[in-house]
């Protein structure tokens, strides 16, 4: 072959490999039933156990006789969500079909009694969440109310606390007088005065029943509002002193933000550990202390902001407060008015504003550095709202989202394993395009394309998907995309690609380690292609083929080989109705052979195909909007999206032809062929 050859080889490779997006992460699982009303005069006596025909009685709901409607449902086991409600028929023939998120997910749960508002200030107090004050439609708010979490109520306790209406503020729990009962104490924010001038609020106000406050501090030495706070023991001697960093000012007209850091012990007396950290500027940000190596000793850590120019995702740490070390960049969107919490071991980061739009993300890390995206719904889309942590849930309270005051509040109900500690960083390090099944109970894992985009051809296995054993370093076929499947209680490799060439040998090994070349040339010629096991045979099924042939060098296959041997080859059909394709599915399903998605020269593919014989073909859709398929408990399970689209689905089928919608979400960060390898360990290959 030469140069050029080559070249123009290497140039396409390396365009295929890396212009197609694959989806990932599966998030919600919804499902459909059916309640009976039998009397529809009263809406509100849907409640009354009598009517319903599925799950156990109702506690609570708000569902109205209108024909479409949305209402929030609590089952004696569970808080369940209403995503859609439609009423079907009338009298006492009416049906309610509710689509409901099971439990485990979020629920947003009906707007609330006090008016929706961001920039508020809220704590969790008393067995409560307490809203303080923040900025409303009306304008600032010093108002005081307590949220119950087992009922799904809001308390008034008082319009007018006897600090100043503002938002922007803080609150926090604290022992002020050491009796060993924390008082609630609010502090900061940007403050409307009686005459209405505005004014950064430097005062500290507590209070023991959240009706009588009494003024601690005057005049602390930040005042500003969008500041940010934690607590953090400091000297690690089993007190923590309360810090505050950055925020906006607003004085003689002039805004601007600030990068100083203030800590104190008692509320009262307040020391400077820094006039101006390393970090920018900034307001909108998160801080809070956490034990990102799990030595006993927090550090506190810094997320994100805005400086009224620029938009920040970077991360800071630091173990005193005055020195601070850059920890990168996050993979989330540049944003501010988001929040972060500790919980379960890890980092929460819910909403904000980035530079796109309003974020109704969910993320998560173990360390501080290395994030992994949880979960997105427009339920937790809003920013400058409060969050806390209770009850196994992450609570989100107020915010604002799209011209909207938002007076809900949503919760993200944890999953006892979170995603830390199912998918630890793995030794193998980032990758893509590699290989991943199941063979002899355990999972393995073959070469694909690392982070610096070098080709591997090492061999990884694992027995729970979290520790991992180096089987080989090098196989003997060298680096490159290829297809795989077990046959005959072996791995078998066939042809594929890598940077400079295209290849049609056939490989085979019984433990990894030791590789056996059966076939130099196969009679299907230089492909990359998808193989399956059916009949005791393995079935070679179209692909992109190299010719050689400089007028017309690369090829969409669509016929399809078999081999009893994987050495001796016989072409069932060189024409099979569904188009020439590669990086497609092939799997068996109800006893027939599958074929799925892929791409083709008119882009992605999203028709369904099957065979009794791999000759006779029929088309099950050609509608299904996704990419990589798996067979799992009696369904094919497809992911997608079938386009460069960021909009990803699940589906699945019992039958290849009709498709129920499994889940939908929209995605955003880049772990594609970790939901692959999850889905090999989950559903198997």
Known sequence: MNKNNKSLIKTIILIILFSLIFPQNLIFSQTTQTFTKNDWSNPSDFAASSNINFGPDLKITSISSSTTHTSDIDFQNGIFNTTTVRERGSGSDAKVELGISEIGENLTLAPLSFSGRYGHASAFWKDKIWI??????EGPKNDVWYYSTTTNSATLVTSSAPWLPRYGHIAFTFDIDNDNEDELCMGGGKIKNFDGTDFDGADIWCTKDGLNWVKILESTPFGRYFFSFTFFDSDNNGKKEIWVSGGKLYTGGFKWSANDVHYSEDLVNWIEATSSANWSPRYGHTMIAFDSDNDGQEELWLFGGYNDNNYFNDIWSSTDGINWIFRG??????????????????????????NTGISDEIWTSADGINWYYQMRDDKFKRFFHTSHFHDDKIWSIGGYDDNVYKNTISYYIMNTTDIKELIPEAPWGPRGWMSTFVFRDKIWLIGGFDENSELKNDIWV???????ELVTSSTPWGPRITAFTIFQDKIWIFG??????????VWVSEDGINWTKVLENAPWGKRFTSVTTFDNKIYLLGGFEFTGNLDNPFVFKNDVWYSSDGINWILATDTVPWSGRYFHSAFVFDNKIWITGGWSNSGFQNDVWYSSDGINWALATDTLPALNFTVFDNKIWALGPGSYSLQNNLWYSQNGVDWILATTTELLSGRSFLVLLLLTIKYGS
């Not at 694992?462 to 991992?468: A, E, P, T, Y």
């Not at 594929?496 to 040998?505: I, K, P, T, V």
């Open 132 to 137: 303080l004050g923040g900025l409303t439609a």
């Open 329 to 354: 960049n996050a993979i989330w969107n540049p944003r501010y008015g988001h929040t972060a919490i500790v919980a379960n071991g890890a980092i929460w980061l819910v909403g904000g504003k980035t």
């Open 462 to 468: 694992s027995s729970d998907g979290i520790n991992w």
């Open 496 to 505: 594929g690609a890598d940077l400079n060439n295209f290849y049609n040998d």
